[in-house]
């Protein structure tokens, strides 16, 4: 069987270090920024096709380099969108998106749905087609949400995720029985692309939407923030507090700095549990 591979990050790798134990892999495509990717496809002789796939791009590459189209190609956690340049080659294109279809479509939608206080989240593997993850679905798993999950735990569930439904995939395409079912558009929601500039801390939140805005994008990745005056201050952990104040004090004022900061919201008050940098708040310092 004749695969083609497009993916991205360390989930990517992970995909593909599965993939290449028994199968034939044509191609991969992945970003410039995903040097480990690059690096295991040159080192195991994978043709590696690097940057933006669009616009005839991939194809040109694939034909200067006279690789044979695949049978069945795979998008796993990847980038970019695939044009009609690609999608007209007429080989079918599975995607593994990380939400329950048609349920947050669009990008990082594991961190949206931690930010959304949603109960559960998921997998799920669909035909591409011209949309943004509109395709058919074809498998979906689901994964629950817990109190204390954050965006990179709910991410290594994905990693262990991954390689059984790529397994089921391919299994039912050898067999001919992949057979999809169309997305309920009346149900469709859709979220757009995080930059860690996305991160900042509100204090006029209510503090439960702080604490999920915190967990969602803590450790290791680029952390939801705020400023004590010039100074960033990023944020890993809180939790709720019983200290009390007083309801005209301003929202992200430190209330006490004996232990863990704590810091006034409008319905209730939060405890800094983990600062990333070591960073050491004082009483009665303001955040914005």
């Known amino acids: 069987m004749r695969l083609g591979i497009f993916c991205s990050g360390g989930l990517g790798l992970s995909c593909l270090q599965h993939l290449r134990a028994d199968r034939s892999l044509q ?3 992945t970003d410039s920024r995903s040097e480990p990717i690059i690096e295991y496809a040159q080192e195991n002789r994978i043709p590696v096709f690097r940057g933006n ?3 005839g791009r991939l194809r040109s590459f694939l034909a200067q380099n006279r690789i044979d189209l695949p049978e069945l190609c795979l998008s796993l ?3 970019f969108l695939l044009d009609s340049s690609f999608l007209e080659c007429g080989v079918p ?3 593994f998106h990380g939400s329950l279809l048609p349920k ?3 990008r990082t939608p594991h961190v949206w749905a931690i930010i959304n206080n949603e109960k ?3 997998v799920t593997a669909h035909f591409v087609d011209a949309g ?4 058919d679905v074809l498998l979906q798993e689901v994964v629950p949400i817990g109190s204390q999950d954050t965006g990179a735990s709910i991410l290594s569930r994905y990693n262990a995720l991954y390689p059984e439904m790529i397994d089921s995939i391919l299994k039912d395409w050898q067999a001919g029985t992949l057979v999809g079912r169309p997305q309920d558009e009346s149900k469709a929601t859709y979220f757009g692309k995080r930059t860690p500039d996305d991160g900042q801390i509100h204090w006029d939140w209510c503090r439960e939407r702080i604490e999920n805005w915190v967990r969602a994008q803590s450790d290791p990745y680029p952390g939801a923030f705020c400023f004590r005056g010039e100074e960033k201050i990023i944020v890993d952990r809180v939790r709720f507090s019983d200290l009390g104040f007083r309801e005209e004090q301003p929202n992200g004022l430190v209330l006490s700095a004996e232990g863990p900061p704590v810091v006034k919201t409008p319905n209730g008050a ?3 549990t983990t600062l990333r940098g070591g960073v050491l708040l004082s009483q009665g310092d303001i955040l914005v």
């Open 27 to 29: 191609f991969v495509a």
């Open 53 to 55: 796939p669009r616009e």
């Open 77 to 79: 956690n990847y980038l």
């Open 93 to 95: 294109v599975v995607n």
């Open 104 to 106: 947050y479509r669009g």
């Open 120 to 122: 559960e989240t998921g």
């Open 132 to 135: 943004c993850d509109t395709g």
């Open 270 to 272: 939060l405890e800094l």
